[in-house]
């Protein structure tokens, strides 16, 4: 069943890389709880206390309003397909916007992606396993292409504009920080 862990293993990092999807939780002290799905190629394992993901333009920016208020971050992987089992790494993390210099220390781990608009680095002090026997078998197909070909379409001044109007604060009213400099 399940198990705790100080950091990832070996098997855990070969897991993480052959999922297409995975979950990221955050809270500040008050408000709303954010669960947000993420995709795309846009995920990597530093080492095995360290990852890094690419935050790509979105409706809203709850992640990085809520860490802002409280740096704590969950993040959960499911396997639908093959042998079962659920991931959720715990810890602390920080936003990196463009404007940052480790932004640009980790925006070469990932692909070229239009709408790329800040990179959370996150220190995992708590690794859990669990079965995942409830967990349905899903195929997977492949990547939406629609966020990537809608950046590409908009550019950066049309995205900035974008993130002036609806990625400032939160549902809450925190502040993102996303434009300052």
């Not at 950091?7 to 669960?35: C, D, M, R, W, Y």
């Not at 859990?128 to 997977?140: E, H, K, L, N, R």
Request: charged share 25%; net charge neutral; glycine share 6%.
């Amino acid at each position: 069943m399940g198990k705790k862990l100080e950091s990832l293993n070996n098997e855990l990092i070969t897991f993480i890389k052959q999922q297409p999807i995975f979950f990221v939780g955050t809270a500040a002290s008050t408000g709303n709880v954010n669960v947000s799905p993420k995709g795309m190629d846009s995920f990597r394992v530093i080492n095995n206390n360290k990852i890094v993901w690419l935050n790509l333009t979105g409706s809203g920016n709850e992640t990085a309003a809520h860490l802002l208020k409280h740096n704590r971050m969950t993040i959960m992987f499911c396997a639908f397909e093959g042998k079962p089992l659920i991931l959720r790494l715990y810890g602390t993390a920080k936003i990196h916007h463009q404007r940052d210099a480790e932004y640009h220390q980790f925006i070469d781990l990932f692909p070229e992606t239009p709408g790329s608009r800040q990179i959370i680095e996150m220190e995992v002090d708590l690794v859990q396993t669990s079965c995942g026997y409830a967990v349905p078998f899903m195929d997977y197909k492949e990547d939406r292409t629609v966020l990537k070909d809608w950046a590409q379409k908009q550019g950066t001044e049309k995205i900035e504009t974008y993130w002036k109007e609806k990625n400032t604060k939160s549902i809450d009213g925190f502040e993102t920080k996303i434009l300052e400099p």
